[in-house]
């Protein structure tokens, strides 16, 4: 049984920083693409992130660049995500997704929420200001 626990929530004032981490069990972890997605209230899932299968290849949107990092480790079966220079913007409930892909690269509508294969419940982040 496959299992996305993500975990490193929380509140921070703006301008701090944090770091989220994703593990997954169940699967060979690394035959997956793995990706950094949120949500706040009333708004749509927004992909942040991805990163291939050896986490040589890194995309992010255009809010976060420059201020998150994506990072894996194979051998841990765990996915991370450096915050910093947070703003209260960024609060939203942040999930990951791993995605099944026979190649290392993860450009393909990384974005996009449909056709991942298995999420996590998520964990909160709250920037106050």
């Known amino acids: 049984q496959v299992q996305v626990v993500e975990s490193g929530g929380g509140l921070v004032q703006a301008g701090g920083s944090l770091r989220l981490s994703c593990t997954a069990s169940?699967?060979?972890?690394?035959?997956?693409?793995m990706g950094w997605f949120r949500q706040a209230p009333g708004e749509e899932r927004e992909g942040i992130s991805c990163?291939?299968?050896?986490?040589?290849?890194?995309y992010y949107a255009d809010s976060v660049k420059g201020r998150f990092t994506i990072s894996r480790d194979n051998a841990e079966n765990t996915l991370y995500l450096q915050m910093n220079v947070l703003t209260p913007e960024d609060s939203a409930m942040y999930y990951c997704?791993?995605?099944?892909?026979?190649?290392?690269?993860?450009?393909?509508?990384?974005?996009?929420?449909?056709?991942?294969?298995?999420w996590g419940k998520g964990t909160l982040v709250t920037i106050s200001s």
């Open positions: 997704a791993a995605t099944f892909l026979p190649y290392d690269d993860c450009s393909v509508f990384w974005y996009r929420s449909a056709g991942k294969d298995y």
């Open positions: 169940g699967l060979t972890f690394d035959d997956y693409a």
């Open positions: 990163i291939s299968r050896s986490g040589s290849r890194k």
